[in-house]
């Protein structure tokens, strides 16, 4: 499924993948490298809300961890 995001910031459209029909986490717009925490609800755009590099690479980080745990 792929989902059309328009960048608050630079009003670009950018496509984001979806494995299921609901999302929450970061999102990149290709064309300003701005960072958002996006939440996708039935593939709908619900929120959209600035993101800050230490906190894109907290989650980036927790998302490692749990990749690693489950493959244990
Ligand atoms: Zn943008």
């Given at each position: 499924m792929i989902v059309k995001i328009r960048c608050p910031e630079c009003d670009t459209e950018g496509s984001f993948s979806l494995?299921?029909?609901s999302y929450q986490g970061p999102y990149r717009c290709w064309k300003c490298r701005r960072?958002?925490?996006?939440n996708l609800e039935n593939n709908e755009l619900k929120s959209c809300e600035s993101l800050s590099q230490e906190e894109f690479d907290r989650q980036q980080e927790?998302?490692?961890l749990k990749a690693k745990f489950k493959r244990q």
């Open positions: 494995v299921e029909s960072l958002f925490t996006i927790i998302e490692t």
